[in-house]
């Protein structure tokens, strides 16, 4: 390939990944999507304190996931407790988790911040258009997995939205709940970038087998 051609592809691929970074999309009836995750996100973060499920939103390790897997919402009752993911650890800047991934790679925030209220971000579908999740909580959110090792079992896996640390603690301390459940809930459209990379492709197919 000649090396104009090899610049425009790599100018294409530049466009194309800047516009995948953009990883929050609101579908609407009080659902977010998270496009790197793959996962829908209740928008409002203490929805079991909204719906008068719980007083103050606050549960023990396993109400919350009693509450989340009881859950039916938007047409789904597949929801979940948010997960720590794989090999969790504790302290600062830990994104493996969907909270921590929520916390530092979507919203921005940084170890020692504290999130609560309404939590505005950038809506890629609307053209950077404002949105928010609501009713976040400045203080611990559990996540659905134990603490391992755990020998006597009674420590599991929570993410604290006060100032972005991660921690095992007691099951039987009340802390907040934030719903999610894999998947998007509606088709997701294929970006104008990924058209364009597309077409481009094609175009230099179509110049290569003219100058054979």
């Known amino acids: 390939m000649k090396p104009f051609l090899l610049r425009l ?8 990944s800047s516009s995948s970074h953009a990883a929050l999309y609101d579908r609407g009836n009080g659902l977010i999507y998270d ?15 909204t719906t008068g499920y719980d007083a103050d939103g606050r549960m023990t390790w396993a109400d919350a996931n009693t509450w989340a897997d009881q859950l039916s919402y938007g047409g789904f009752d597949d929801w979940r407790l948010a997960s720590a993911g794989n090999a969790p650890a504790s302290g600062y800047n ?11 790679n979507n919203l921005g925030y940084t170890a020692g911040t504290s999130i609560s209220g309404n939590v505005s971000f950038t809506d890629a ?17 559990w996540y659905g997995e134990e603490y391992v090792p755990n020998t006597f079992n009674f420590l599991a896996w929570a993410f604290s939205t006060g100032d972005g640390s991660q921690d095992y603690l007691t099951k ?15 088709s997701v459209p294929v970006p104008a970038a990924a058209w364009l990379f597309g077409t481009a492709l094609l175009g230099l197919v179509g110049v290569k087998r003219r100058h054979r």
Not at 35 to 49: E, K
Not at 94 to 99: K, N, Q
Not at 125 to 141: I, R
Not at 172 to 186: E, T
């Open 9 to 16: 592809v790599a100018c294409l691929f530049v466009v194309v």
């Open 35 to 49: 496009d790197v995750l793959d996962i829908t996100w209740m928008q409002d973060a203490n929805y079991a304190q």
């Open 94 to 104: 830990v994104t493996t988790g969907e909270l921590g991934h929520m916390f530092y």
């Open 125 to 141: 579908t609307l053209g950077g258009g404002t949105e928010s999740f609501l009713n976040v909580q400045s203080w611990f959110y």
């Open 172 to 186: 039987n301390f009340s802390y907040y709940s934030w719903a999610v459940r894999a998947g998007d809930v509606s």
